[in-house]
């Protein structure tokens, strides 16, 4: 069984900015089908688009929280002074 862990942080803030974007995304996600709906010259379609926005809204809110959570669990935002923190309780300044 290995004795160490190595983490590339990196990866993690990639992760993290990755994750930050999935929930903007999926909270402009209405804005975008309403200006979507704005520029559809026929009015069924238009209709079509924002009712379909509408009621993708609760799974939209859902996905928004699961998504945060998994951030916020992961500690992907984190300031720079808790990898210091992380280094020095792993014994390295260098993970």
Do not use: C, Y
């Amino acid at each position: 069984m290995a004795k160490h862990l190595r983490v590339d942080l990196d990866q993690v803030d990639m992760v993290s900015t990755n994750l930050h974007s999935i929930v903007q995304r999926l909270e402009s996600a209405q804005a975008d089908a309403d200006q979507l709906a704005s520029a559809i010259p026929v009015e069924e379609l238009a209709d079509a688009s924002t009712d379909f926005a509408g009621k993708w809204d609760d799974r939209r809110k859902k996905l928004i929280e699961q998504v945060a959570s998994l951030q916020k669990e992961a500690g992907l935002r984190r300031p720079e002074k808790s990898r210091t923190a992380i280094d020095r309780w792993a014994g390295t300044a260098a993970l």
